[in-house]
């Protein structure tokens, strides 16, 4: 290494040290938000990544402990894309939880019935290495401090393989407060209200981004790699029309920020995108919120009835299948019931409760009337399940998960749901090393994604707490990538390696 070279990157990384510590901090909102004033960029940067949500913020502190150094850019006034939304868990196999709990899973099995989940149209090469690093990824947040040792069961899913924080309480926010924790330690730079127009090509290699900074300046930063996790396009609403008639009258669970242009200009350097028709709509929406109400509710023992208050499907059925058993009711919405203990066993549902969004009453007739529901006829409907809890034989519906405790202590609670647009399957093409693939079939030089700007890995389908097992499986690899693909071109240009 030159004297030179050793100079100019001491200078280059305490400037990005001094820079980090003195622009950007920490607002009052909620802890989520960074500033950093447009003077802090540099011209360049080792990788690019554009969207700071899961998969972006796994993708940053991978890049970073391999050797590497990310920026991230992210149009929004802070760091949380989708992933703060996320609420059941996150789905692993052969885990070291799951072995302590004596939860006989495998990867085959994981395999198989997110396949199945899908309707068989997974990209099958990405869910083997899905599932394969599934484990291994729950490990790696676990060194982070980020343990997720509470199991659940979520649609779809034969046995509890959800992975939640240890309380039982949402994911999205635990996974994104411990995620940028980690990436601080780093001091890894984070520019929020950077909004990324396009990506820079140069004689067929992927060469930085044209943004645009909060003062409104368009900057050409340039990288050796870019990684794109700018998530789907769940909020798009003229999007979501073109590609499925009739969605656009749904309402949306997604960030405001989930518009699809990661995808867009993926397209524009020649990305080929999949599944794009594919959309997922979640069943249990709080139509006056958008809140998704977690599926953890039903994993831990809910039922769904209908407004004549009758059970009307498998709760933990697929999340494509309850959907359009609810939307075949006369109604199009029902109501999601449970008790105090299932209450226990779900954080999630306090913060429900602070938000009026749940219905409360000390006895089933005091919630027939609440619910406008024939109190017999309600009855009925829970004694019958409960008798199916007890036998283990759900004679109705088939259900066969979520059912290890009956409804019966008081008080009872319900909240009204109904369908709404909760994950786009579809996007752009990468293989397993996260490299996008261009509309010839090639890949991309120096250009990976990950996340929900993905499509392949679900299908036609997504299957509960799958989402954010993705955004940390393939987070991961791309950054990993990203660094390796930089030090061999180091390698092949004799270049020092840093």
């Not at 070279?5 to 305490?14: A, G, L, N, P, T």
Request: proline share 2%; hydrophobic share 35%; charged share 20%.
């Amino acid at each position: 290494m030159t004297l030179l070279f050793f100079c100019k990157k001491i200078y280059r990384c305490s400037m990005r040290t001094l820079l980090s510590t003195l622009h950007l901090y920490k607002q009052s909102n909620g802890g989520d938000q960074v500033t950093s004033q447009p003077f802090d960029l540099m011209n360049d940067y080792d990788v690019i990544i554009v969207g700071a949500g899961g998969a972006g913020l796994s993708a940053a502190i991978t890049a970073k402990d391999s050797g590497a150094h990310p920026v991230i850019f992210e149009k929004m006034p802070t760091v949380r894309g989708n992933t703060i939304k996320s609420s059941a868990g996150m789905n692993a196999s052969e885990t070291k939880f799951q072995k302590k709990q004596g939860i006989n899973d495998s990867n085959g099995r994981f395999y198989e019935e997110t396949l199945a989940g899908g309707n068989g149209s997974n990209d099958s090469e990405l869910l083997r290495y899905f599932v394969e690093h599934s484990a291994d990824a729950i490990n790696w947040l676990d060194s982070l401090d980020i343990s997720l040792s509470n199991l659940t069961t979520t649609g779809g899913m034969s046995l509890k393989r959800t992975h939640r924080p240890s309380d039982g309480s949402a994911i999205g926010g635990y996974l994104v407060k411990g995620l940028k924790k980690n990436v601080e330690k780093r001091d890894i730079p984070v520019v929020v209200n950077a909004d990324v127009k396009n990506l820079v090509i140069e004689n067929g290699v992927i060469g930085g981004v044209r943004v645009v900074i909060e003062d409104g300046r368009e900057r050409v930063i340039k990288a050796k790699t870019v990684i794109v996790t700018t998530g789907g396009f769940g909020s798009n609403r003229s999007m979501l029309s073109e590609v499925s008639p009739g969605l656009d009258r749904f309402i949306t669970t997604n960030d405001e920020g989930s518009m699809g242009e990661g995808i867009h200009m993926i397209q524009d350097v020649g990305g080929a995108v999949r599944d794009l028709n594919h959309v997922q709509v979640h069943p249990t929406v709080h139509q006056e919120s958008g809140f998704l109400m977690t599926e953890a509710i039903r994993g831990e023992g809910a039922i769904l009835i209908s407004a004549s208050g009758c059970r009307f499907v498998n709760e933990l059925d697929r999340r494509d299948v309850v959907s359009k058993a609810i939307m075949d009711t006369s109604e199009e919405f029902s109501f999601l019931v449970f008790d105090a203990n299932v209450k226990t066993r779900v954080p999630a549902i306090g913060f429900y409760q602070s938000k009026g969004m749940v219905y409360e009453s000390q006895t089933i007739s005091e919630l027939s009337k609440v619910l406008n529901i024939d109190c017999s006829v309600f009855n009925n409907t829970l004694n019958k399940w409960n008798q199916a809890v007890k036998s283990k034989t759900d004679i109705e519906f088939h259900r066969s998960t979520g059912m290890d405790h009956r409804l019966s202590r008081a008080p009872f609670f319900a909240i009204k749901v109904a369908p709404g647009v909760h994950h786009t399957m579809g996007g752009v093409i990468i293989n397993t090393k996260a490299e996008v693939q261009s509309s010839k079939g090639v890949s991309i030089k120096g250009l990976y994604a990950a996340g929900e700007t993905v499509g392949g890995l679900h299908g036609e389908n997504r299957i509960g707490g799958n989402a954010i097992a993705e955004t940390v499986v393939f987070g991961r690899q791309a950054g990993k990538q990203a660094a390796m693909f930089i030090r061999a071109s180091q390698t092949a240009h004799n270049l020092p390696q840093k």
